[in-house]
T-cell receptor, first 112, second 112 residues
Framework: GQQVMQIPQYQHVQEGEDFTTYCNSSTTLSNIQWYKQRPGGHPVFLIQ?????EVKKQKRLTFQFGEAKKNSSLHITATQTTDVGTYFC????????????FGRGTQLTVWP | DGGITQSPKYLFRKEGQNVTLSCEQNLNHDAMYWYRQDPGQGLRLIYY???????QKGDIAEGYSVSREKKESFPLTVTSAQKNPTAFYLC???????????FGEGSRLTVL
Protein backbone atom coordinates (compact mmCIF):
# COMPACT_ATOMS: atom_id res chain seq x y z
CA GLY A 1 0.00 0.00 0.00
CA GLN A 2 0.90 3.62 -0.24
CA GLN A 3 3.36 4.79 2.35
CA VAL A 4 4.88 8.03 3.37
CA MET A 5 8.26 8.35 4.99
CA GLN A 6 8.61 11.17 7.46
CA ILE A 7 11.91 12.51 8.76
CA PRO A 8 13.36 13.21 11.18
CA GLN A 9 11.69 11.13 13.86
CA TYR A 10 12.84 13.48 16.61
CA GLN A 11 14.01 17.08 16.64
CA HIS A 12 15.21 19.07 19.60
CA VAL A 13 15.63 22.81 19.16
CA GLN A 14 16.30 25.85 21.26
CA GLU A 15 13.44 28.29 21.41
CA GLY A 16 13.80 30.72 18.53
CA GLU A 17 15.45 28.24 16.20
CA ASP A 18 13.73 27.02 13.06
CA PHE A 19 12.34 23.53 12.53
CA THR A 20 11.53 21.51 9.43
CA THR A 21 9.95 18.11 8.96
CA TYR A 22 9.79 16.30 5.64
CA CYS A 23 7.39 13.81 4.15
CA ASN A 24 8.34 11.71 1.13
CA SER A 25 6.45 9.28 -1.06
CA SER A 26 7.57 7.04 -3.90
CA THR A 27 4.31 7.70 -5.73
CA THR A 28 2.55 10.84 -6.85
CA LEU A 29 0.12 12.08 -4.26
CA SER A 30 -3.27 13.61 -4.91
CA ASN A 31 -2.96 15.70 -1.79
CA ILE A 32 -1.25 15.76 1.57
CA GLN A 33 -2.49 16.78 4.98
CA TRP A 34 -0.62 17.88 8.09
CA TYR A 35 -1.66 17.31 11.69
CA LYS A 36 -0.26 18.33 15.07
CA GLN A 37 -0.57 16.26 18.21
CA ARG A 38 0.31 17.85 21.52
CA PRO A 39 1.76 15.55 24.21
CA GLY A 40 -1.09 13.51 25.67
CA GLY A 41 -3.53 14.92 23.14
CA HIS A 42 -5.17 13.95 19.91
CA PRO A 43 -4.15 14.89 16.35
CA VAL A 44 -5.48 18.21 15.12
CA PHE A 45 -5.77 19.04 11.44
CA LEU A 46 -3.53 21.89 10.32
CA ILE A 47 -3.73 22.13 6.55
CA GLN A 48 -4.18 20.34 3.26
CA UNK A 49 -2.07 20.85 0.14
CA UNK A 50 -3.40 19.88 -3.24
CA UNK A 51 -1.55 21.68 -6.03
CA UNK A 52 1.91 21.00 -7.37
CA UNK A 53 4.40 23.44 -5.83
CA GLU A 54 1.78 24.83 -3.49
CA VAL A 55 2.96 26.90 -0.54
CA LYS A 56 0.67 27.85 2.31
CA LYS A 57 1.42 29.80 5.46
CA GLN A 58 -0.15 29.89 8.88
CA LYS A 59 1.63 32.52 10.94
CA ARG A 60 5.08 31.01 11.60
CA LEU A 61 4.25 27.72 9.84
CA THR A 62 5.01 27.26 6.15
CA PHE A 63 3.75 24.22 4.29
CA GLN A 64 5.03 23.21 0.89
CA PHE A 65 4.02 20.58 -1.64
CA GLY A 66 6.71 19.46 -4.07
CA GLU A 67 6.54 20.14 -7.77
CA ALA A 68 6.25 16.43 -8.50
CA LYS A 69 3.70 15.99 -5.68
CA LYS A 70 5.86 13.32 -4.08
CA ASN A 71 7.09 15.25 -1.10
CA SER A 72 6.05 17.90 1.35
CA SER A 73 7.56 19.90 4.14
CA LEU A 74 6.45 21.81 7.20
CA HIS A 75 8.72 24.61 8.36
CA ILE A 76 8.34 26.50 11.60
CA THR A 77 10.16 29.79 11.92
CA ALA A 78 11.43 30.88 15.33
CA THR A 79 9.98 28.05 17.35
CA GLN A 80 8.17 28.67 20.60
CA THR A 81 7.46 26.32 23.47
CA THR A 82 3.86 26.16 22.29
CA ASP A 83 5.08 24.41 19.13
CA VAL A 84 5.98 21.29 21.13
CA GLY A 85 4.30 18.16 19.86
CA THR A 86 4.36 15.60 17.11
CA TYR A 87 3.72 16.65 13.54
CA PHE A 88 2.24 14.11 11.15
CA CYS A 89 1.78 14.13 7.45
CA UNK A 90 -1.05 12.05 6.00
CA UNK A 91 -2.13 11.10 2.52
CA UNK A 92 -5.44 9.79 1.34
CA UNK A 93 -5.95 6.72 -0.78
CA UNK A 94 -7.98 8.47 -3.40
CA UNK A 95 -11.01 6.23 -3.30
CA UNK A 96 -12.72 7.04 -0.04
CA UNK A 97 -12.44 10.24 1.97
CA UNK A 98 -10.92 9.96 5.42
CA UNK A 99 -8.95 6.79 4.73
CA UNK A 100 -5.54 8.19 5.42
CA UNK A 101 -2.01 6.84 5.53
CA PHE A 102 -0.09 8.61 8.25
CA GLY A 103 3.62 9.13 8.46
CA ARG A 104 5.33 8.17 11.71
CA GLY A 105 5.54 11.76 12.76
CA THR A 106 8.29 14.10 13.89
CA GLN A 107 8.38 14.74 17.61
CA LEU A 108 9.47 18.32 18.28
CA THR A 109 10.93 19.37 21.60
CA VAL A 110 11.60 23.05 22.21
CA TRP A 111 13.98 24.06 24.98
CA PRO A 112 13.29 27.46 26.54
CA ASP B 1 -15.31 18.44 21.66
CA GLY B 2 -16.01 19.28 18.03
CA GLY B 3 -19.01 16.99 18.02
CA ILE B 4 -17.08 13.78 18.73
CA THR B 5 -17.19 12.24 22.20
CA GLN B 6 -15.11 9.23 23.11
CA SER B 7 -15.35 7.27 26.32
CA PRO B 8 -13.81 6.14 28.49
CA LYS B 9 -10.65 8.21 28.34
CA TYR B 10 -8.63 5.54 30.14
CA LEU B 11 -9.41 1.85 30.38
CA PHE B 12 -7.64 -1.06 31.98
CA ARG B 13 -8.58 -4.63 31.24
CA LYS B 14 -7.28 -8.08 31.85
CA GLU B 15 -5.96 -10.13 28.99
CA GLY B 16 -8.68 -12.18 27.31
CA GLN B 17 -11.51 -9.74 27.98
CA ASN B 18 -13.45 -7.96 25.28
CA VAL B 19 -13.60 -4.20 25.58
CA THR B 20 -15.98 -1.77 23.90
CA LEU B 21 -14.95 1.83 23.26
CA SER B 22 -17.65 4.38 22.70
CA CYS B 23 -17.70 7.05 19.97
CA GLU B 24 -20.64 9.42 19.65
CA GLN B 25 -21.13 12.35 17.30
CA ASN B 26 -23.85 14.97 17.33
CA LEU B 27 -23.24 16.74 14.03
CA ASN B 28 -25.16 14.40 11.75
CA HIS B 29 -22.07 13.24 9.92
CA ASP B 30 -22.29 10.13 7.80
CA ALA B 31 -18.65 9.08 7.82
CA MET B 32 -16.84 7.92 10.95
CA TYR B 33 -13.50 6.24 11.46
CA TRP B 34 -11.47 4.35 14.04
CA TYR B 35 -7.70 4.69 14.12
CA ARG B 36 -5.13 3.11 16.36
CA GLN B 37 -1.94 4.81 17.53
CA ASP B 38 1.06 3.07 19.08
CA PRO B 39 3.96 4.97 20.71
CA GLY B 40 6.26 6.45 18.12
CA GLN B 41 3.98 5.39 15.31
CA GLY B 42 1.60 7.03 12.96
CA LEU B 43 -2.11 6.31 13.04
CA ARG B 44 -3.47 3.19 11.40
CA LEU B 45 -7.02 2.70 10.17
CA ILE B 46 -9.03 -0.04 11.88
CA TYR B 47 -12.57 0.38 10.54
CA TYR B 48 -14.65 3.05 8.91
CA UNK B 49 -18.31 3.61 8.19
CA UNK B 50 -19.81 5.88 5.59
CA UNK B 51 -23.44 5.19 6.30
CA UNK B 52 -25.68 3.62 8.90
CA UNK B 53 -25.68 -0.19 8.92
CA UNK B 54 -22.56 -0.33 6.78
CA UNK B 55 -18.87 -0.41 7.66
CA GLN B 56 -15.63 -1.45 6.02
CA LYS B 57 -12.37 -2.92 7.25
CA GLY B 58 -9.30 -0.78 7.33
CA ASP B 59 -5.68 -1.90 7.41
CA ILE B 60 -5.67 -3.58 10.83
CA ALA B 61 -9.22 -4.85 11.38
CA GLU B 62 -8.21 -8.27 12.73
CA GLY B 63 -9.24 -8.65 16.36
CA TYR B 64 -11.67 -5.73 16.23
CA SER B 65 -15.37 -5.37 15.51
CA VAL B 66 -17.68 -2.40 15.03
CA SER B 67 -21.33 -1.62 14.58
CA ARG B 68 -23.22 1.33 13.10
CA GLU B 69 -26.83 0.87 14.13
CA LYS B 70 -27.35 4.59 14.62
CA LYS B 71 -25.86 7.48 12.73
CA GLU B 72 -24.54 9.12 15.87
CA SER B 73 -22.81 6.06 17.31
CA PHE B 74 -19.85 3.99 16.10
CA PRO B 75 -18.56 1.77 18.92
CA LEU B 76 -15.39 -0.28 18.60
CA THR B 77 -14.96 -3.63 20.33
CA VAL B 78 -11.45 -4.83 21.00
CA THR B 79 -11.81 -8.57 21.19
CA SER B 80 -9.66 -11.14 22.93
CA ALA B 81 -8.38 -12.11 19.49
CA GLN B 82 -6.46 -8.83 19.20
CA LYS B 83 -2.91 -9.84 20.12
CA ASN B 84 -1.58 -6.43 21.09
CA PRO B 85 -4.58 -4.39 22.24
CA THR B 86 -2.74 -1.86 24.38
CA ALA B 87 -2.86 1.35 22.38
CA PHE B 88 -4.41 4.78 21.96
CA TYR B 89 -7.69 4.55 20.04
CA LEU B 90 -9.00 7.53 18.12
CA CYS B 91 -12.41 8.01 16.61
CA UNK B 92 -12.81 10.59 13.87
CA UNK B 93 -15.24 12.24 11.51
CA UNK B 94 -14.51 14.13 8.33
CA UNK B 95 -13.93 17.82 8.94
CA UNK B 96 -14.52 19.18 5.48
CA UNK B 97 -15.22 18.05 1.98
CA UNK B 98 -11.68 16.91 1.17
CA UNK B 99 -11.31 14.11 3.66
CA UNK B 100 -9.50 15.93 6.43
CA UNK B 101 -10.30 14.42 9.81
CA UNK B 102 -11.48 15.73 13.14
CA PHE B 103 -10.49 13.42 15.97
CA GLY B 104 -12.06 12.79 19.32
CA GLU B 105 -9.91 12.98 22.42
CA GLY B 106 -9.17 9.28 22.28
CA SER B 107 -9.32 6.28 24.57
CA ARG B 108 -6.16 4.82 26.07
CA LEU B 109 -6.52 1.09 26.56
CA THR B 110 -4.09 -0.86 28.68
CA VAL B 111 -4.35 -4.60 28.84
CA LEU B 112 -2.70 -6.12 31.86
Amino acid sequence: GQQVMQIPQYQHVQEGEDFTTYCNSSTTLSNIQWYKQRPGGHPVFLIQLVKSGEVKKQKRLTFQFGEAKKNSSLHITATQTTDVGTYFCAVDRGSTLGRLYFGRGTQLTVWP
Amino acid sequence: DGGITQSPKYLFRKEGQNVTLSCEQNLNHDAMYWYRQDPGQGLRLIYYSQIVNDFQKGDIAEGYSVSREKKESFPLTVTSAQKNPTAFYLCARTLGGAGELFFGEGSRLTVL
